[in-house]
């Protein structure tokens, strides 16, 4: 009797470890569906995406919740190339599974690019050299600087007539460094009038004082997050001569620099121009010969519901074929101190010190210059 009754203990003993078996026969298991692709600085990326490329049940096949799986190092998406991601399964009972994945980070995704609000004018035998920043195109990519587009960036057909006033289709194309490239047609004016020429040379003077990323190449950099502007140089002197640039950096500009020796950086302190609210600038050519434009500038701005008028001189020089802004007083420095007043002709006025819209021109009987 006691020998069966020792029997019957080992075989409950034996069948309990047996039934705790069954209950975990084996750990979760990963399995690599395939190899992943993501696509560089996706704006919305998160490691929930390669969870996609892979699959982790517990040991009775059933899929793991994902709170139960998770990643041991971290993909980073802002680089190209391939990483490899260890992925950790655990079941409810503590048994786990590790697996591998393998990630590459591609570029697919073609530039884009914003065209100037204005587009580029120039009097009839000029002679510019336009490139990408000086049309005023803004070009962006979600892997390359804007920098590295610019060095990639050509005309397609340099076909505008600069003896012929007219509006040209001008073709460009741009690609970044993965080879993706985009088309565009950008609109240039060769106009004979000489007044359209300065009102979109203030124009442009006013986009530079917003710090434009259209002309400028804007580029983080520091601690302090400044923004420096790495064609700084060229910019200035492509629309400027030595004095007119001289006049920029000392109007209401310089608020919005600051210049070290060997950088610019943009701090964007769009402090208004004392109690007024620029309006608009006309102008009226007053003299000109082969080198010279002199223009009255008659700029307003309304103060205290009051419209105030100040005419100055406005200059441009050609330089080397070019017509260059030489002398002006930029309207961005606010009203002068004892204004000419007229009531107001509206109660609107522009809404902000630093307007984005053009200037209305003035229609001038002025002669054309060929």
Known sequence: MMRKTGVLALCVLLLGGCARRVENPGPPQITILEDAVIEVNQPDFSEDVLRAYFKAVDSQGNELPAEN??????????????SYIKIKAVD????????????????????????????PVFLTGEAPELTAKTAGILLQDNFNRESTLVKNFRWLISDVDYAAPGTYSLPGRFQDSSGNAVEFTLAVKVSEDPVEKAQACLELILELCQGSANYFILDAAGED???????????LNTFFTAEGRRL??????????????????????????????????????????????TFDATSAWQVQGQRVEETSEFILKKEQGVWKIDSFVNPLDGPPANPKTTPSPSPQATTSPLPSASPQPTPSASPKIG
């Open 69 to 82: 799986v998770v990643f041991l190092n971290n993909a980073n998406n802002s680089l190209l190339g391939t």
């Open 92 to 119: 409810k009972n503590g048994y786990y599974d590790v697996k591998t994945l393998k990630v590459t980070t591609v570029d697919h995704t073609a530039p884009t690019y914003v065209l100037p609000v204005q587009l």
């Open 225 to 235: 997050q400044q923004v420096e502007i790495q064609n700084y140089d060229t910019i």
């Open 248 to 293: 920029l950096e000392a109007s209401a500009f310089a608020q919005r620099v600051i210049i070290t020796d060997d950088t610019v950086s943009w701090i964007g302190a769009q402090t208004p121009a004392g109690d007024g609210q620029y309006i608009k600038t006309s102008f009226t050519l007053a003299k000109q010969d082969e080198d010279q434009l």
